[in-house]
């Protein structure tokens, strides 16, 4: 369980860890090749690893401590973190897997399955899931696997027009993350019809080929939006290209309570 600068949530809680997808702007693989490994060196042969009790690492400051991506980036259950939020009694907005694609097609539907059960555990907490293959979504929808309650949203990345954001298909509290916005996605009406919020970041950090989006990238996006008045959440990255004033950061979940409040529900 840990505390997160992501804007959108309170924490972040890494079950699985690690990807395949490679995408050349990943922030998670340059972390977790940074702080991976472990003290007996890891066995990389295995494409994908579960492990039932923490492994250990030494830090810089000489001190052993628990490994916390013993395999890199390679995918991994980490089983023994199953029950974190199960004692935490008050309510948050968990990222789930910040650090993964848990919905990647490498990944087994029973870890998957073991995530979800950790969640309807601890039912007090909202969980949000992000992926880029958003298909999967639709393949375990139609297994019985998908849980529609609730507190839980699946969200799909979107970086350009060529991903797969369309597919995303199930109806249940959809939401996109286009982030980083590295071209214009040329949307227009009604190409968010079953989309319940839209995150909007740039690209952050230093690379070389770093992408600015232009503003009227994003401009395009708020229209198209605007028809079915989904909530917006733009990333601070986004504050230099649009200004103060345009910044809106809304959640879907604080909409709906508010309608139920209005409404007397
Ligand atoms: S999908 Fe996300 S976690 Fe996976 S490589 Fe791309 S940026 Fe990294």
């Given at each position: 369980v840990n505390k997160t600068k992501?804007?959108?949530?309170?924490s972040t809680w890494n079950p699985v860890t690690g990807c395949?997808?490679?995408?050349?702007?990943?922030y998670a693989r340059r972390i977790a090749e940074r702080f991976g490994g472990t003290i007996q060196q890891a066995d990389f042969k295995e494409k994908l690893h579960e492990i039932n009790e923490p492994m250990y690492t030494e830090n810089n400051m000489e001190k052993i401590t628990k490994a916390p991506y013993p395999f890199c980036f390679a995918p991994t259950l980490h089983r023994y973190r199953l029950e974190d939020y199960k004692r935490n009694a008050k309510p948050k907005t968990i990222f789930v897997c910040s650090m993964a694609d848990?919905?990647?097609?490498?990944?087994p539907d029973e870890w998957i399955k073991e995530v979800f059960r950790a969640c309807e555990a601890a039912p007090q907490h909202r969980y949000l899931f992000l992926t880029k293959n958003p298909k999967r979504y639709i393949q375990l929808e139609s297994k019985g696997i998908l849980l529609k309650n609730e507190n839980m949203w699946y969200g799909s990345t979107v970086?350009?027009?060529?991903?797969?954001?369309?597919?995303?298909?199930?109806?249940?509290?959809i939401f996109l993350?286009?982030?980083?916005?590295?071209?214009?996605?040329k949307v227009g009406v009604g190409?968010?019809?079953?989309?319940?919020w839209i995150i909007i970041g740039a690209e952050t950090g230093n690379r070389k080929d770093k992408i600015i989006p232009k503003k009227e990238w994003i401009s395009e996006i708020l229209e198209a939006s605007e028809i079915t008045h989904i909530p917006i959440f733009m990333k601070e990255s986004l504050l230099p290209i649009v200004g103060e004033e345009n910044m809106r950061r809304e959640f879907p979940w604080d909409i709906k309570n508010d309608y139920r409040k209005e409404n007397g529900d």
């Amino acid at each position: 369980v840990n505390k997160t600068k992501i804007e959108w949530c309170d924490s972040t809680w890494n079950p699985v860890t690690g990807c395949l997808h490679g995408c050349e702007y990943c922030y998670a693989r340059r972390i977790a090749e940074r702080f991976g490994g472990t003290i007996q060196q890891a066995d990389f042969k295995e494409k994908l690893h579960e492990i039932n009790e923490p492994m250990y690492t030494e830090n810089n400051m000489e001190k052993i401590t628990k490994a916390p991506y013993p395999f890199c980036f390679a995918p991994t259950l980490h089983r023994y973190r199953l029950e974190d939020y199960k004692r935490n009694a008050k309510p948050k907005t968990i990222f789930v897997c910040s650090m993964a694609d848990l919905f990647g097609e490498w990944v087994p539907d029973e870890w998957i399955k073991e995530v979800f059960r950790a969640c309807e555990a601890a039912p007090q907490h909202r969980y949000l899931f992000l992926t880029k293959n958003p298909k999967r979504y639709i393949q375990l929808e139609s297994k019985g696997i998908l849980l529609k309650n609730e507190n839980m949203w699946y969200g799909s990345t979107v970086t350009s027009t060529e991903d797969e954001y369309y597919a995303a298909g199930i109806t249940h509290n959809i939401f996109l993350s286009i982030e980083p916005l590295l071209k214009p996605l040329k949307v227009g009406v009604g190409s968010f019809s079953s989309t319940s919020w839209i995150i909007i970041g740039a690209e952050t950090g230093n690379r070389k080929d770093k992408i600015i989006p232009k503003k009227e990238w994003i401009s395009e996006i708020l229209e198209a939006s605007e028809i079915t008045h989904i909530p917006i959440f733009m990333k601070e990255s986004l504050l230099p290209i649009v200004g103060e004033e345009n910044m809106r950061r809304e959640f879907p979940w604080d909409i709906k309570n508010d309608y139920r409040k209005e409404n007397g529900d």
